[in-house]
């Protein structure tokens, strides 16, 4: 837009000052609205490209599922079914309402998978209704299991064993996980082992960290390990029961 000229004195050099004024204004306006009109657009197109992404890929793996049952492929099947449970959980955010069996099931689904590509190891979980009741945070327990099977079974080197999973209730909540693996230097891995940046070594440093943010003290997470000895992770936890209804 061009500005006009400021010509005279008085009332015309003022009346030409307040209608450059008002084209500097507006063409501010017309700025701020195409850059405003930008960003909404830019947020829809990124709410529908989360929104698009979660869909295709669930049906994208239904698919695939009821291609294993026609075709009879069982452990397709199973791998499938697994991960679509694992995806929907990943998308799922109302961690109020998340129990310790929604982490027992997400847990069971994902040893399915590693089970599938490593066969060496069963999943033994010896739990009561009364602690899987208990309100937990998300992926408490699934990146401990991941360690005991990543680095403790050695990815499927670790001749045939088990994961057992131990679980009970008192005052408050008590999980051990134990694996009959290599096992570690705790204090080693303590001392060096967290410069390692591996997705397994966060993991375990987010549960701990999660777990002192979330509840604070007494409430902890405890590794007992040693070369050839197996790795034992025992959680205490509090016992968050939902209120029962009157």
């Excluded at 015309?12 to 063409?27: E, G, K, Q, V």
């Excluded at 549960?207 to 390990?225: A, D």
């Amino acid at each position: 837009t061009v500005e006009m000229e400021e010509i005279g004195t008085g009332e015309f050099r003022n009346l030409s000052r307040h209608f450059n004024n008002m084209i500097r204004r507006n063409n501010s306006l017309m700025e701020q609205y195409k850059k405003e009109t930008k960003e909404k657009n830019h947020l829809q197109m990124t709410m529908m490209a989360s929104q698009l992404t979660p869909h295709f890929i669930y049906n994208s793996l239904n698919t695939l599922k009821w291609l294993a049952v026609l075709n009879h492929q069982e452990k397709i099947r199973m791998v499938t079914e697994s991960l679509i449970y694992i995806f929907m959980s990943a998308a799922r955010t109302e961690d109020e309402s998340y129990t310790l069996a929604d982490e027992l099931k997400l847990v069971e689904n994902y040893a399915i998978i590693q089970q599938v590509r490593f066969m060496n190891f069963d999943l033994n979980i010896q739990s009561c209704p009364e602690a899987e009741d208990c309100h937990i945070r998300k992926l408490l327990l699934q990146p401990i299991v991941e360690n005991a099977i990543v680095h403790g079974l050695q990815r499927g080197r670790a001749k045939k064993t088990e994961i057992v999973i131990h679980i009970w209730i008192d005052e408050n909540l008590h999980i051990q996980v134990q694996d009959f693996g290599v096992g570690f230097d705790v204090d080693e891995w303590r001392t060096f082992g967290r410069a390692r940046r591996s997705h397994t070594n966060i993991g375990i440093d987010h549960v701990e960290q999660l777990i002192r943010m979330e509840y604070g003290p007494p409430y902890c997470l405890e590794i007992e390990s040693g070369p050839g000895m197996g790795t034992t992770v025992r959680y205490l936890l509090p016992a968050i029961h939902s209120p029962k209804a009157e």
